[in-house]
Nanobody
Framework: QLQLVESGGGLVQPGGSLRLSCAAS????????IAWFRQAPGKEREAVSC????????NYADSVKGRFTISRDNAKNTVYLQMNSLKPEDTAVYYC????????????????????WGQGTQVTVSS
């Protein structure tokens, strides 16, 4: 059964850190680019970061550059999102998604290119 399962969310104070994980099963993980999206209450879903199938290319939204790092371990079928210097505006439900983009990342910030989605994990940044 095909699955993407996010974990690692929670409540953290501003300036704190969290590491999200996205564990995949049921498909050939290393063929797929993986992205993290987030959606805050009352806002549209936005792409946060994406990583190519071979982990050679990454992409970040301007709002998280220098603070978030995406990585993947194809041996463990897992992608990570290390989030540092968290801000209240990072509060959202975070989703991971998998899409077959070949070796590159063209279009990786578009939700329409992704075939598989997780259920999401809540991240709340508040004092």
């Amino acid at each position: 059964q095909l699955q993407l399962v996010e974990s690692g969310g929670g409540l953290v104070q501003p300036g704190g850190s969290l590491r999200l994980s996205c564990a995949a099963s049921g498909f050939t993980f290393y063929y797929y680019a993986i992205a993290w999206f987030r959606q805050a209450p009352g806002k549209e879903r936005e792409a946060v970061s994406c990583i190519s199938s071979t982990a050679g290319i990454t992409n970040y939204a301007d709002s998280v550059k220098g603070r978030f790092t995406i990585s993947r371990d194809n041996a463990k079928n897992t992608v990570y999102l290390q989030m540092n210097s968290l801000k209240p505006e990072d509060t959202a439900v975070y989703y991971c998604a998998a899409g077959n983009l070949g070796a590159g990342l063209i279009g990786c910030r578009l939700s329409s290119v992704y075939d598989y989605w997780g259920q999401g994990t809540q991240v709340t940044v508040s004092s």
